[in-house]
């Protein structure tokens, strides 16, 4: 088995080269340029939680490189977790608690470059503490992060590799994490896709976490009236046993992988089915996305 540093370093390395040649856009894959609008429904499901969101997007290309977005996300959460003294000890007992609640309003500054050789994409996000700090939805902070994503199409396979940077661990299509961080974050992604014909396709990626420094957890289980030091909890999961949780690069460190099945019929509709494994945190979890395209389908009703 490759060691996690030899992945990580292979990663960054396919990254910085990328970045650092001028990829010439292909004319058949270049984006609208105008006004976007779109609209992401999404489900997750795991032993701890039940999470329902709903993320509307409004933006602007300026032209087939470079776009702005902002978007509103909301949040519908059910879950179960160990009741939890104010000494951070279990119970033993389960609870359930519902949540509904607005989440972090971000803008991204997109970037996209198609070529022979790679597409490249790139967004650098800005969130604002706007969800509830008291349900784990927000640290209370800012977050900025900075995402890019390298691909190359060979007729039906496409692989990928996906390099980020942040001050805290975000939620990804696939893995909604019943927690929130605050610290330092690098995240390493690396998978393919394959397109089966008939609009479906599949797909399979291999992350790993790597923060660096001081961490936060802010759980979303756990009622805020007790904190813990790191080490706290079944597999790491300290978020089971404290609403609050500080200590070094261990406590919010994971790894795992992710598998799906996607249909995309047209350009106005993308639906996947996916299921990611932690093996850190010893947490399975099942998803559905569905996305549409708003601006399109407008257009598209104007014309008819």
């Not at 977790?81 to 007992?93: D, E, F, H, Q």
């Not at 992988?257 to 639906?271: E, M, N, R, T």
């Not at 299921?275 to 395209?293: E, M, W």
Request: glycine share 10%.
């Amino acid at each position: 088995m490759v060691p996690r540093f030899a992945l990580v370093s292979i990663l960054t390395l396919l990254t910085t080269a990328t970045i650092a040649q001028n990829a010439v856009p292909n004319q058949k894959q270049t984006q609208e340029t105008g006004w976007t609008s779109w609209m992401s429904f999404d489900g997750s499901a795991n032993s701890q939680e039940r999470v329902l969101d709903l993320d509307s997007t409004v933006g602007y290309n300026f032209d087939k490189h470079w776009g702005v977005d902002m978007g509103v996300p909301l949040s519908f959460v059910s879950s179960s977790s160990p009741s939890t003294t104010i000494t951070g000890s279990t119970s033993g007992k389960s609870t359930s608690a519902s949540l509904n609640s607005l989440g972090n309003i971000h803008t991204d500054v997109n970037f996209k470059a198609y070529g022979d050789l790679v597409n490249y994409a790139s967004a650098l996000t800005v969130s604002a503490p706007t969800g509830s700090t008291a349900k784990g939805v927000s640290t209370g902070r800012p977050n900025i992060g900075w995402n890019n994503h390298i691909e190359h199409v060979f007729d039906r396979v496409t692989p990928f590799v996906e390099a980020g940077f942040s001050n805290g661990l975000t939620d990804t299509r696939f893995y909604h994490r019943p927690f929130t961080t605050l610290g330092f974050v690098s995240q390493f992604t690396g998978g393919s896709t394959i397109d089966l014909g008939h609009n479906f396709s599949v797909g399979a990626s291999l992350y790993d976490v790597l923060p660096s420094g001081q961490q936060k957890m802010f759980s979303k289980l756990v009622a805020k009236k007790s904190t813990s030091t790191a080490g706290a909890g079944k597999n790491g999961r300290a978020y089971e046993v404290a609403a609050e949780s500080t200590g070094g690069a261990s406590l919010t460190r994971d790894n795992g992988g992710s598998a799906w099945v996607g249909l995309s019929p047209g350009q106005i509709f993308d639906f996947q089915i996916g299921y990611t494994h932690s093996v850190h945190f010893a947490l399975d979890t099942v998803t559905f996305n569905l996305g549409v395209n708003l601006g399109k389908l407008v257009k598209k009703a104007n014309k008819s």
